[in-house]
């Protein structure tokens, strides 16, 4: 069955770091682009950075760019949101999806099921 | 602000039909990059209803379609159920090297 699990979610205080992790399971991890998309409380989906399968291709959010920083481990089945200098909008459910085999422009086919992250003092 | 416009709300009686809009513009869905469709269920993720404009996954009820023309596309759900009352969001691409998702629309079933 495929699966895609995120964890590292949290509270953190304005500045602080954090790192998300999303263990995936069931298909070929390492032939797919990855993406993490958050939702604010009550708001829509923003798209937040992409990977691509092997990682030589990246995109990031204007509104992270430079302070989160997205990574994948194939040997590992894993993707990674290292998140840096955390501002109180940067709070909402992070969701891993993946991506298609072809590029950034595929739709999301299944995703996990998110993990929480309040930046707050 | 979203890159791409949906209606806020949309509602409709049960077995009616009804269509949500995504307007974009000539830097993503005018560009031709696809458009896909995706329906959140209060308090779970996102599901993937329509891909690359107009095609269903295995499993998604054939009730759901997709189309799309110019800068714009659109969801039709005919035949509407109680269980379709849900978030819609629709997702493309842009020439600024993004993923743009629209804001969202509210479907109630009356």
């Known amino acids: 069955e495929l699966q895609l699990v995120e964890s590292g979610g949290g509270l953190v205080q304005p500045g602080g770091s954090l790192r998300l992790s999303c263990a995936a399971s069931?298909?070929?991890?390492?032939?797919?682009?990855m993406n993490w998309v958050r939702q604010a409380p009550g708001k829509g989906l923003e798209w937040v950075s992409y990977?691509?399968?092997?990682?030589?291709?990246?995109y990031y959010a204007d509104s992270v760019k430079g302070r989160l920083t997205i990574s994948r481990n194939n040997a590992k089945n894993s993707l990674y949101l290292q998140m840096n200098s955390l501002r109180a909008e940067d709070t909402a459910v992070y969701y891993c999806?993946?991506?298609?085999?072809?590029?950034?422009?595929?739709?999301?086919?299944?995703w996990g099921q998110g993990t929480l992250v309040t930046v707050s003092s | 602000q979203s890159v791409l416009t949906q209606p806020p709300s949309v509602s409709g009686a049960p077995g009616q039909r009804v269509t949500i809009s995504c307007t974009g513009s000539?830097?993503?869905?005018?560009?031709?990059?696809?458009v896909h469709w995706y329906q959140q269920l209060p308090g779970t993720a996102p599901k993937l209803l329509i891909y690359?404009?107009?095609n269903r996954p295995s499993g998604v009820p054939d009730r759901f379609s997709g189309s799309k023309s110019g800068t714009s596309a659109s969801l039709a759900i005919s035949g509407l159920q109680a269980e379709d009352e849900a978030d819609y969001y629709c997702?493309?691409?842009?020439?600024?090297?993004?993923?743009?998702f629209g804001g969202g629309t509210k479907l109630t079933v009356l």
């Open positions: 997702q493309s691409y842009d020439n600024s090297l993004s993923v743009v």
């Open positions: 999806a993946r991506g298609g085999m072809v590029g950034v422009t595929d739709g999301n086919d299944y």
């Open positions: 000539g830097s993503n869905i005018g560009a031709g990059y696809d």
């Open positions: 069931g298909f070929p991890f390492s032939s797919y682009g």
């Open positions: 990977i691509s399968s092997g990682s030589y291709t990246i």
């Open positions: 690359g404009n107009n």
